[in-house]
């Protein structure tokens, strides 16, 4: 099998990460809610997993990184806890389902008003007009790099825009946190929100987001925390007024083995490669005749995504064929990526989203490259 | 329980504060280690950093001291650092 799915979730993940999460298993007692030595294990593996990402991600320390279940958890808590009642926010086209529904929540049932800046048909960010919406916003929500295209924007120029005018941005950094480099601090956003399981070489069941200072999210949970007991609300001490509940500490081991590694690797070197994997398959692509590859208008970047159609084929059945005849995985579809379909004219066909991971190969590519030309042969000759 | 002996405990609002004074106090070579919070003491988290600081009044500063410092260094956030005897 060959995994080209990553966009999705990682499934080739460095050794230590399952050795992690199997040691845990046997060994861990509740985070944060005991002092003996079980219960300070997990809690150690905890902390240790928010100091790995704070420092993988430029976050101010480990106090500022909160977890979560996923990327659409952390979303959901920023948004709600940054936008306010009848509030204006901000976002582009780019974004996924876990940025757009909490945001159309909100207009639908509080009053706020969402504005979304355009995406033009090969992908890129009309930022002229993300910069004259940003005019009296509170809150504007930027997708980091599109889940469909894999462009990435320019979050520095967006964070310095969207202070000028007096407002917070939050940075949607699925698809960036370990595939690219990425500096909080030096981006200039106020919160970051990560998944775990895709390229921070986590387990499914871990995500978080890293609050900068002088940021104060409040809780969309309250519940049990461990602490400050006979308080009748839940504390407002970050992090953990971020984390109602026992967190996924078995999980979370997982998740600081995989940002380890990735720190030995180098974040360079892991973007690097899989650059190197995006042009190989690009090259390829170009000289198919009737293959179209979405995005890549962007000036600010690429992550390890390239997306495609074959003629007018649709996109589900192309990807069942390179699975079931190569045992290729793709995701074809609308990835949770509605806007940014409209804006592509993919809306009735859908795209099939090639993504790679760190331990992706050249030869992999190559293999995909040879099935696409079968499919896009066929497709000519109208089978 | 033991006969009571001086310790300087320090307190937390925050689990992960108190965490980061374990890996902190190993790292700074203090004595002491994260115990469950004295019931006398009203301190939101459930963990408490004890210091042993047996051996009179010199030897109870000098402990609070280097508790101070290490926090100080690691720049962690305590609620409270007081003597008690546990």
Redesign the interface.
């Given at each position: 099998m060959i995994y080209f799915d990553n966009a999705a979730t990682t499934l080739q993940k460095p050794p230590e990460v399952a050795r992690a999460v199997t040691a845990a298993l046997s060994s861990f007692g509740g985070v944060?809610?005991?002092?003996h030595p079980a219960s300070?294990a997990a809690?150690?593996a905890?902390?240790e997993a928010?100091d790995a990402v704070a420092s993988l991600l430029g976050a101010p320390?480990?106090?500022r990184v909160a977890f979560a279940a996923n990327a659409t958890a952390v979303l959901n808590i920023a948004i709600r806890g940054l936008l306010p009642q009848g509030g204006v926010a901000v976002t582009t086209a780019a974004s996924h389902n876990s940025v757009l529904r909490p945001l159309f929540a909100a207009r639908d049932e509080r009053g706020c008003e969402v504005r979304v800046a355009p995406h033009d048909a090969r992908g890129s960010l009309d930022y002229a007009a993300l910069e004259r919406l940003v005019r009296g916003a509170d809150l504007v929500v930027l997708t980091h790099a599109s889940n469909l295209t894999g462009d990435v924007y320019d979050a520095a120029r967006v964070a310095h825009v969207v202070h000028e005018a007096g407002a917070r941005v939050i940075l949607d950094a699925a698809q960036t946190a370990g595939a690219l480099p990425v500096d909080m601090a030096a981006l200039g956003v106020d919160v970051l929100c990560f998944t775990g399981h895709k390229s921070l070489m986590g387990p499914q069941g871990t995500g978080g987001l890293c609050v900068a200072a002088g940021t104060d999210v409040p809780p969309l949970l309250e519940g049990g925390s461990?602490?400050?007991s006979f308080?009748e609300r839940h504390?407002r001490?970050?992090?953990?007024s971020l984390e109602a509940g026992t967190l996924n500490a078995h999980g979370l081991a997982g998740l600081a083995a995989g940002v380890a590694y990735l720190q030995a690797r180098g974040m360079a070197d892991v973007a690097a490669h899989e650059a190197c994997l995006v042009q190989r398959l690009r090259a390829g692509l170009v000289r198919m005749p009737g293959v179209r590859v979405l995005g890549g208008g962007e000036a600010a970047g690429h992550c390890g995504i390239v997306a495609l159609n074959v003629g007018e084929a649709d996109s589900a059945l192309v990807a069942d064929r390179l699975a079931t005849e190569w045992g290729i995985c793709t995701r074809a579809g609308a990835h949770c990526a509605p806007l940014m379909h409209r804006a592509l004219g993919t809306e009735s066909q859908g795209a099939v989203r090639v993504s790679f991971g760190a331990f992706n190969t050249e030869e992999e590519v190559d293999a995909c490259l040879e099935a696409l030309e079968v499919i896009a042969h066929d497709v000519s000759r109208g089978r | 329980m033991g006969k009571a002996t001086p310790h300087v405990v320090a307190t937390f609002?925050?689990?992960?504060?108190a965490?980061?004074m374990?890996?902190a106090g190993v790292r700074h070579g203090l004595r002491g280690r994260?115990?469950?919070i004295p019931r006398q003491l009203s301190a939101?988290?459930?963990?408490a950093w004890r210091e042993p600081a047996e051996g009179g009044a010199e030897v109870a500063s000098a402990a609070a001291d280097a508790v101070r410092a290490v926090l100080e260094a690691e720049?962690i956030e305590a609620e409270g650092v007081v003597l008690l005897d546990l």
């Amino acid at each position: 099998m060959i995994y080209f799915d990553n966009a999705a979730t990682t499934l080739q993940k460095p050794p230590e990460v399952a050795r992690a999460v199997t040691a845990a298993l046997s060994s861990f007692g509740g985070v944060g809610r005991g002092v003996h030595p079980a219960s300070l294990a997990a809690g150690l593996a905890v902390y240790e997993a928010r100091d790995a990402v704070a420092s993988l991600l430029g976050a101010p320390g480990a106090d500022r990184v909160a977890f979560a279940a996923n990327a659409t958890a952390v979303l959901n808590i920023a948004i709600r806890g940054l936008l306010p009642q009848g509030g204006v926010a901000v976002t582009t086209a780019a974004s996924h389902n876990s940025v757009l529904r909490p945001l159309f929540a909100a207009r639908d049932e509080r009053g706020c008003e969402v504005r979304v800046a355009p995406h033009d048909a090969r992908g890129s960010l009309d930022y002229a007009a993300l910069e004259r919406l940003v005019r009296g916003a509170d809150l504007v929500v930027l997708t980091h790099a599109s889940n469909l295209t894999g462009d990435v924007y320019d979050a520095a120029r967006v964070a310095h825009v969207v202070h000028e005018a007096g407002a917070r941005v939050i940075l949607d950094a699925a698809q960036t946190a370990g595939a690219l480099p990425v500096d909080m601090a030096a981006l200039g956003v106020d919160v970051l929100c990560f998944t775990g399981h895709k390229s921070l070489m986590g387990p499914q069941g871990t995500g978080g987001l890293c609050v900068a200072a002088g940021t104060d999210v409040p809780p969309l949970l309250e519940g049990g925390s461990g602490t400050h007991s006979f308080d009748e609300r839940h504390p407002r001490f970050m992090p953990e007024s971020l984390e109602a509940g026992t967190l996924n500490a078995h999980g979370l081991a997982g998740l600081a083995a995989g940002v380890a590694y990735l720190q030995a690797r180098g974040m360079a070197d892991v973007a690097a490669h899989e650059a190197c994997l995006v042009q190989r398959l690009r090259a390829g692509l170009v000289r198919m005749p009737g293959v179209r590859v979405l995005g890549g208008g962007e000036a600010a970047g690429h992550c390890g995504i390239v997306a495609l159609n074959v003629g007018e084929a649709d996109s589900a059945l192309v990807a069942d064929r390179l699975a079931t005849e190569w045992g290729i995985c793709t995701r074809a579809g609308a990835h949770c990526a509605p806007l940014m379909h409209r804006a592509l004219g993919t809306e009735s066909q859908g795209a099939v989203r090639v993504s790679f991971g760190a331990f992706n190969t050249e030869e992999e590519v190559d293999a995909c490259l040879e099935a696409l030309e079968v499919i896009a042969h066929d497709v000519s000759r109208g089978r | 329980m033991g006969k009571a002996t001086p310790h300087v405990v320090a307190t937390f609002y925050t689990t992960t504060a108190a965490l980061a004074m374990q890996k902190a106090g190993v790292r700074h070579g203090l004595r002491g280690r994260l115990a469950p919070i004295p019931r006398q003491l009203s301190a939101g988290c459930g963990f408490a950093w004890r210091e042993p600081a047996e051996g009179g009044a010199e030897v109870a500063s000098a402990a609070a001291d280097a508790v101070r410092a290490v926090l100080e260094a690691e720049g962690i956030e305590a609620e409270g650092v007081v003597l008690l005897d546990l």
